[in-house]
């Protein structure tokens, strides 16, 4: 395709390659993106269970967080994609971590139950395309459940987002044991959303499509390694890594961390 486009495809390979270069990933830690969508969403990017343990065998990546693209389905519930994100991860259940969506309006409850059930890890919520305030009530309903199951939370909190701060001030106030993780190092709102989170130990930000100056300012220990892949890519994502490691000065210890040690933790320990 891109070559068709009349692009120079070997040119774009070798930028690639530097890109990957350019973070140095201490020996023997392990890779894992928190931020991936399986299936084909509205507005057509797309992504196959099988063509993104390509990319990640490709880009040195161990393992990824992977959850429905926004496939809400007849129903609204995402039972469906759900239920294709878990087929992807019994097929490569050693490299997909699988987390469930859905909308916080349409039978929430039962939704995360039954994807517990299936084996799901965790929770997707994107405020804009599915329109609901996080500090909704049925919002702050999911994250109660969530919370309960000891489910990190998955927070859109980029495009297309209003001030985010005021609003996970509150839904924190009603569930403060929550394990979120701000999209995008929450650039929708991140000077305010990095000092709301220093009173949350288990609110973290992750690295997809975020923009660096706001990663050079967070506490590694606060940053975890995503692509948003279809969206976003594994080239990029480990360069712009990189250049926040060296922006910032962070030693091995905040490499393994931010690669993949922090996300590890909130799920529950080394190997969860």
């Known amino acids: 395709m891109l070559a068709s486009a009349g692009a120079d495809v070997a040119a774009l390979a070798e930028i690639e390659e530097w890109a990957r270069r350019s973070v140095v990933v201490p020996p023997g830690t392990e890779v894992v993106d928190a931020h991936v969508h399986l299936g084909v969403d509205r507005d057509g990017h797309a992504l196959s269970a099988a063509d993104l343990i390509a990319d990640m065998d490709a880009n040195g990546i161990g393992r990824a967080v992977a959850f429905p693209a926004d496939e809400p389905g007849s129903g609204g519930d995402f039972r469906d994609a759900n239920g294709r994100v878990i087929e992807a991860w019994a097929a490569h259940p050693d490299r997909i971590i699988p987390f469930c969506r859905i909308d916080p309006a ?119 390694f995503g692509t948003d892949r279809p969206y976003g890519d594994h080239a990029q994502a480990l360069h712009l890594v990189g250049a926040a490691a060296r922006v910032a000065g962070w030693d091995a210890t905040a490499m393994r961390g931010v690669m993949g040690g922090n996300l590890m933790r909130l799920l529950g320990g080394e190997g969860a």
């Open 106 to 224: 349409v039978g929430a409850t039962a939704a995360i139950d039954e994807a517990h059930a299936a084996g799901a890890r965790g929770l997707k919520l994107h405020p804009v395309a599915q329109r609901f305030a996080p500090e909704g009530e049925e919002c702050v309903a999911a994250v109660r459940r969530a919370t309960d199951l000891r489910w990190p939370v998955l927070f859109h909190a980029g495009f297309g987002a209003r001030a985010l701060a005021p609003a996970f001030a509150a839904l924190l106030e009603w569930v403060p044991d929550a394990r979120v993780i701000l999209a995008h190092g929450g650039r929708g709102d991140h000077r305010a959303l990095a000092a709301l989170a220093a009173a949350y130990p288990d609110v973290l930000f992750d690295t997809s499509i975020a923009a660096l100056p706001d990663l050079v300012m967070l506490p590694p220990e606060r940053i975890v």
